[in-house]
Each structure stands twice: as C-alpha cells, then as structure tokens.
C-alpha cells in the first residue's frame, strides 16, 4: 500500500516552497525517521523524512519544481523492500555507469540539454549522486591532436595576444532564500524612509568586566560563555522601554506601539542571513540570551532554525565586526522601525580629562525608519545604549 509524502504546512506568511535535493532515487530502501527531500522556502530548508521502513516508490515532484503547502512530492510503500534489477543477460554487457550512477533529475536534464556522457561526470552529492553543480562544472577532456606536420613558419608573423589562462563563468540559479532575502532589502529601500545615526562607544568597561567574571560566568551557567551580544541585548531593552516609538512598526495608517522586546539578531549562513528572535528578551537572564543566541547560530549553521524562530521581532541587532566591518550603515528589517548596527572594536587614541588615552573603541550605527522615529529620538536611543555600555552598573539598576 502507497503512502503519500506531502510537504509541510506553511505558514500564512509563505506562499510555495522549491524542491532543493531527494536524498533518495524510486526504489531504494529508507529507514524511519532517514531524510528524504528537502523543501526550501523563503525563509528555511525544510526536511521531510521517511514515515517508516520501506521503499521510495515514485518521485511525483523533482529538483526545483515548486510545491504548495501540503502537496504531494512523492509516493512511499511501507515494509517494502528495494528493488533489485534483473535485466536480461545481452544487457549486463552494457556499461556499468550508464546503469548504476546516480544521477539527480535536474542533473538529468542538464546532461541531455548539453549531450554529456554521465559516466565522464563525476558526482559529488551524498552517495555519490551526480547534481546540477557537478554537471555545471564538468570539463571534457582535450582529446589527444594528432601529429601535426612540420610546417614552415611564416616570414613575418603578426604579433598575437595569447590568454594567461581560461576565463571560466558559471551560472548558477539563484536560491529562493536569497531571493527572498533580495526582495526585502529592496522593500525596505523602498518603502521607508530610511536614514542612519552612528556614534561610538568604549568598550573598555564591559572588556574589563567580561575578563574579570567570564570564568565564573561560565562555570555557574553549564558552560554559557559571556559574551558582548548579552551586554547590548539587555541595553536595548532598557532603551526600548524609554523610546517606545524604536520598538514600534507602521501597518497601514496605524502605528503599532509594542508592549514587549522580541529583539531578533542577525546571523550569517551559508545560504544567506537569517534573524532568529528572542522573544520576551527583556525579562531574560544574561546568561539565557548567551545560550539562545549560541543555540540559535549552531541551529542556523546546520540548517535546522525553524519559521517560527524566525518570525515576527519588534528590533534587530546585527554585529558586522565579527567579520572586520569598522563602519557600516545597516539596512531596516520592515516592518520594524529600527536596527542597530555593531562593528569591529578596534583601539583609537581618544581624549580623556585632557589625556590622549588608547580605548578600544567600536562605531554604532542605528537605521531607523524617519516616517515614525525623528531623529532627536534616534539620537537619544543610541546614547543610551552608548551609556549603558560604557557603565554596564547601569544595565543592573535600570537607570
């Protein structure tokens, strides 16, 4: 008996997903709980697994074909087991690759489109599956020149320019993450009126204070590590709180003032940038935000962050300094009126009571939407936080 693999319920806010990869071929056996296909969507890759033991019985959906919430991808007989081919024996002479490579649909069609042999294809998908990459990528081998007659060289040979080497493109489809990703920064640029305060902040103090207890920290909490993120999470809560109109959004005509931080913090993949939200982050421990935001960047690297980690968040955070950035101008995360930008800490010379001192010292950055936030609140907003930052005592007693 057939069982029928669907795709999984969408949310409201995704419309249709893409077939990324079968990690099966029709007839081969799975176990339960083994992945199938995964399902990329404008937001996640979604993996469908085997209902139970059996059989992979027909692919009903193949590599980037489109998917509805709850379609049909694939048909499944439990308990069955894989297909063993019996051909007859004029046809075991054939050549062995042309019978058992494994070739993916989309791989498939490539190869005809472009006449290539698949067993001069080297496939480097799971299990030695041939994909579209492997197709893209595959050079065909010079075939040997046969010996060339001695041929007297020209009197007088005009000067040719010879390439240093190939000038290799490949084209590849873009994602639908990407493209989604693609849509709303265009949609935000847009449809707000987007504009950037920066400021810089000295982070000796939270430096100092993270040395001096980060062991302690670390034992006392199971091994949750300190870091800065915490430190300015739980400043932008309390600076939320006193600037209500950062944490609000516009829908229609109506502005929507948040009684809540849900503060989302960008994480880079892979496949693009997704933001994970803490929800309720005002009433989180320090040491709960560290292992959430760890949590969430092991999830997004493996690919396993689910639609509802990503959905909804009233303020962003985003840290281009892990990756060196000094100074940048971040774009806004519609509907959300703001987003604050972190970057690289780096040591300036800076006056201090009429010294030159050397501080480490990092650029903040804060986009905000200029139709619901004016700029004296922007200001102010990122002073906070720079005040809070450089007197982390502060964060502690809310003042």
């Known amino acids: 008996m057939s069982t029928e693999i669907k795709a999984p319920t969408f949310p409201e806010s995704v419309a249709d997903g893409s077939i990324a990869t079968w990690h099966k071929k029709v ?9 199938l296909v995964d399902i990329e969507t404008d937001k996640v890759v979604l993996e469908v697994v085997a209902p139970a033991d059996g059989v992979l019985k027909e692919i009903i959906k193949g590599e980037g074909d489109t998917v509805l919430s709850d379609e049909v991808v694939a048909l499944f007989e439990e308990g069955a087991s894989a297909s063993v081919s019996a051909e007859p024996a004029e046809e075991a002479t054939a050549p062995a690759a042309a019978a058992d490579l494994k070739i993916s649909p989309a791989a498939r069609k490539m190869l005809d489109e472009k006449g290539i042999d698949a067993a001069a294809v080297t496939g480097t998908g799971k299990g030695g599956v041939i994909t579209k990459e492997d197709v893209a990528a595959y050079k065909p081998k010079p075939a040997a020149a046969p010996a060339a007659k001695p041929a007297p060289a020209p009197a007088t040979a005009p000067a040719v320019d010879v390439p240093a080497g190939e000038r290799v493109e490949k ?28 400021n810089e902040v000295n982070m000796k103090p939270i430096m100092d204070l993270r040395n001096q207890y980060k062991d302690l920290f670390e034992k006392s909490h199971n091994g949750t590590r300190l870091g800065f993120m915490g430190f300015f999470v739980k400043a932008a809560c309390e600076s939320l709180k006193r600037f209500p109109a950062v944490n609000a959004s516009i829908d229609g005509d109506d502005v929507v003032y948040h009684g809540y931080q849900d503060v989302g913090v960008a994480v880079s993949t892979e496949k693009g940038l997704v933001v994970p939200v803490l929800r309720d982050a005002e009433n989180m421990s320090m040491a709960k935000i560290e292992e959430k935001i760890r949590e969430y960047g092991l999830r997004a690297k493996d690919g396993k962050l689910s639609m509802e980690d990503m959905t909804g968040g009233t303020f962003t955070i985003t840290n281009g300094g892990v990756f060196g950035s000094l100074l940048s101008t971040p774009i806004l995360n519609p509907p959300q009126t703001a987003i604050l930008g972190m970057h690289k800490i780096q040591d300036r010379p800076m006056a201090v009571n009429g010294e030159v001192v050397i501080l480490p010292m990092m650029y903040l950055a804060l986009s905000y939407d200029h139709r619901l936030v004016d700029g004296k609140d922007a200001v102010q907003f990122l002073v906070a936080i720079k005040d809070l930052i450089e007197d982390p005592a502060r964060i502690l007693l809310e003042v």
């Open 27 to 35: 007839g081969e056996a799975v176990t339960r709980d083994e992945p």
């Open 171 to 198: 084209r590849v489809p873009m994602t639908r993450l990407r493209k989604r990703i693609a849509e709303r920064l265009l949609e935000a640029t847009h449809t707000t009126a987007m504009l950037t305060t920066f």
